[in-house]
């Protein structure tokens, strides 16, 4: 069976299809419906916590006529015991045939793909600080609604990349599609592990976003921080904030980007999340288009067959 776990399941061209197939989809427009999916059914299982994805994807398989299960995982039997490859196991005998799962584990994601019968997909709509391939479908399909060609764009990514699912996803579509400039920033406990030979890491806010076209900033993710780390969101805040005065100093050309949840006031001032150069629910916008395209395409490869 197909799969989407991550990024580097995508080669390029199709990579490329899925924000083309998302661009279409968006001109459709919300009101759209279609029966590309009719009959079909589709789980969600959030085992992590999510406004975003798992709302945009239970709109995105509804526009495209699936019916959608929604399963609260804090009243499920996974509360007793149940494993994940049990559950969705469970639920593929129910004739649910497309998982949409976030798990902190990515080996756990990997586990429920082994468990599903043929003929079953699974989408992983989030795993820890791994993989969030349909977050990158939508930053993707944002920047080039907004006219963004990503291999002549200049793109830095700020904020906590050390615990980041989005910058990983990110740091794999861009080996696939090339960047004119990447610049990864970040301080101390959130400098990643390793930077990739597309990227550069710079060690203060000025070398990581002069003359930058889009800046995408990253939460600080308190909740993957270890325990008894303290002062650091002040710290980043004081040296890294996004605020629209450092932007305008630094990159006034700059449009801004954030995945959401957003720590107003950490690493985003309020003024510039809701300003003229902010992308932020456009990206909310595109996440249902871009998870349509996902969708449509894991359940494609059916018809092939
Ligand atoms: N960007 C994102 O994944 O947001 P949620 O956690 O709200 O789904």
């Known amino acids: ?65 699936a019916d959608v299960l929604n399963l609260d995982m804090q009243s499920s039997s996974s509360r007793k015991g149940e494993t994940v490859a049990d559950t969705v196991a469970t639920l593929a005998a129910m004739g649910v045939r497309l998982f949409v799962m976030r798990h902190e584990e990515r080996a756990a994601i990997d586990a429920a793909a082994r468990a599903l019968p043929d003929g079953c997909h699974l989408l992983n709509a989030g795993a ?87 800046i995408m900033a990253l939460r600080i993710q308190q909740e993957r921080l270890t325990k008894g780390t303290t002062g650091e969101n002040e710290l980043f805040h004081e040296h890294w904030g996004l605020n629209e005065a450092r932007i305008a100093e630094w990159a006034p050309q700059a449009q801004i980007m954030h995945p959401g949840p957003m720590n107003r006031g950490v690493e985003i001032d309020s003024a510039l999340a809701d300003g003229p150069r902010s992308l932020i629910l456009k990206q909310v916008e595109n996440g249902v288009p871009a998870r349509m395209a996902a969708l449509a395409w894991l359940f494609s490869g059916d018809k092939q067959r």
């Open 128 to 214: 820890g600080t791994r993989d969030h391939p349909t977050q990158i479908l939508l930053d993707l399909l944002t920047l080039a609604r907004e006219g963004h060609d990503i291999q002549r764009l200049d793109l830095s990514i700020i904020g906590d990349l050390r615990h980041s699912r989005v910058v990983n996803s990110w740091l794999q579509a861009i080996e696939h599609l090339g960047c004119h400039r990447l610049r990864l920033g970040a301080p101390g406990v959130f400098r990643p592990e390793t930077v990739p030979p597309e990227a550069t890491l710079s060690d203060t806010l000025a070398d990581s976003i002069q003359g930058a076209q889009v």
């Open 1 to 65: 069976s197909q799969h989407l776990l991550s990024i580097r399941d995508l080669d390029a061209d199709t990579l490329k299809r899925l924000v083309a197939d998302g661009q279409a989809f968006a001109k459709q427009g919300p009101t759209h419906r279609q029966d590309l999916l009719q009959g079909q059914t589709i789980a969600m299982l959030f085992y992590e916590p999510s406004t975003r994805t798992r709302c945009s994807f239970e709109l995105a398989a509804r526009r495209l006529g």
